[in-house]
């Protein structure tokens, strides 16, 4: 490869540079001016765990889902376990979830104590729909954990209805989808409750691991900041009265600031993400690959950009030689891992079919068109190649 540095220096600067699949960097220098002063204030008032940051972060998030309350706490697979327990999902209670998701909504069902049961998923969104809720329904079924996959949400008109219909708890696992919508109605406020994680690579990411669960339940925001502090019930006479069984989930000042720095960003990021999904779509080869299809009735947000290709994994190291990152949500469906497959009432073909030919594009709102445009040149002419 020495002959690459003289190559290199005739060629134009940026076609040689490679594109990754993701990087944060440029969101964080859009707020960081912001968050040394909010940190400067957390340091001044000590209040680290909890505190004004906190509730002021909570009343916004709240406000922009469009939901009365939302409850912050350590991490989206948090969310997601500590409101099945306050929902009442306990031993022998089964929960639908898709089996295309990560790992994190079965794993936050067992967690609770319930059972988590597998439902396939639509080839054209790779998300659950109606029909595949149905038919993984039995009378034991008490919940659906409906997951806002890539950052778009299903049908929601239909599978609100079918909830309603059978008497199920709508339980949205929103951590890919903050800001996305259906018929002009936030992802988080469909359900009993929407549970949103802010890790770093979300598109609102925190310096470090945070979530939140917001709803419009009063009595339910009451038992979820008991059971995020302890079981702690203020009302019942304060610091040392655990009414229930609690954990420990709180979410931390320094993180709400960088949250409440970032939400101002949020809409124009995800209009970035769309301006770069239309670039995929325009250029991607639909021959050769199946970008993962879009409702009519939704915007999504486009956490991730999926496509399905034959021969996945070299696809991936051809693109890999000509420097573009990709990433694969997910390899493996989550009804046949370890500790999942026991669970697993027989198979779910188009969800297993999925995981081996769905590969994710380099997608983050500050990825430049120019580069965009190179990813979908490059994936075109690397499955030209395969197809010779
Ligand atoms: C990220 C993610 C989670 C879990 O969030 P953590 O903050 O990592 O615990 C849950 N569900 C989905 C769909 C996710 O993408």
């Given amino acids: 490869m020495t002959a690459g540095i003289s190559t290199d220096r005739q060629q134009p600067a940026r076609s040689s540079e490679p594109v990754p699949f993701l990087d944060i960097s440029g969101a964080t220098a859009d ?19 909890g505190g004004a940051a906190v509730t002021r972060f909570e009343q916004e998030w709240a406000q922009y889902c469009g939901t009365d309350f939302a409850v912050g706490v350590a991490n989206g697979t948090d969310a ?14 089964e929960v639908i979830v898709p089996a295309n998701t990560f790992v994190a909504t079965a794993e936050a069902v ?3 104590g319930g059972v988590p049961r597998f439902a396939d998923v639509d080839d054209g969104t790779l998300l659950l729909t109606a029909e595949t809720i149905k038919a993984a329904v039995t009378p034991a079924t008490k919940a659906v954990a409906v997951v806002h996959l890539y950052g778009q949400l299903p049908d929601m008109t239909a599978i609100s209805q079918i909830c309603e219909e059978l008497g199920l708890i709508l339980i949205e696992d929103a951590a890919q989808a903050q800001g996305a919508t259906w ?11 929407g549970c949103f994680s802010f890790y770093p690579g979300k598109n609102l990411g925190a310096f470090g691991d945070a979530g939140a669960v917001v709803t419009s339940d009063p009595k339910l925001t009451d038992l979820m900041l008991s059971i995020r502090d302890h079981g702690r019930m203020q009302s019942a006479g304060g610091h040392y009265s655990h ?9 931390d000042g320094v993180q709400a600031v960088v949250l409440s720095a970032k939400l101002r960003h949020l809409d124009e990021w995800n209009q970035q993400r769309r301006a770069l999904m239309a670039t995929y779509r325009e250029l991607i080869d639909p021959e050769r690959a199946k970008l993962v299809e879009q409702l009519e009735d939704g915007e999504g947000v486009h956490h991730l950009a999926v496509v399905q290709v034959d021969q996945r994994d070299r696809v991936r190291e051809l693109l890999a030689e000509r420097g573009i990152g990709t990433g694969i949500h997910y390899p493996v469906p989550c009804h046949v891992m370890g500790p999942y497959a026991q669970y697993a009432d027989g198979p779910l073909p188009v969800a297993e079919a999925a995981a081996a030919r769905q590969l994710s594009l380099p997608m983050f709102p500050h990825l430049s068109q120019d580069d965009a445009r190179r990813v979908a040149e490059g994936l075109n002419e690397v499955l030209a190649e395969l197809d010779r």
């Avoid at 997601?80 to 209670?93: E, T, V």
């Avoid at 009414?243 to 979410?251: A, D, E, I, T, Y």
């Fill in 31 to 49: 707020v960081v001016a912001e968050v040394r002063l909010g940190w400067d204030e957390v340091l001044r008032t000590g209040q680290y765990v």
């Fill in 80 to 93: 997601l376990h500590l409101a099945m327990r306050a929902l009442g999902i306990g031993p022998g209670d």
């Fill in 110 to 112: 067992v967690l609770a």
């Fill in 183 to 193: 018929d002009g109605k936030k992802a988080g406020s469909f359900g009993a409750v």
């Fill in 243 to 251: 009414g229930v069984l609690g954990m420990n989930s709180r979410l």
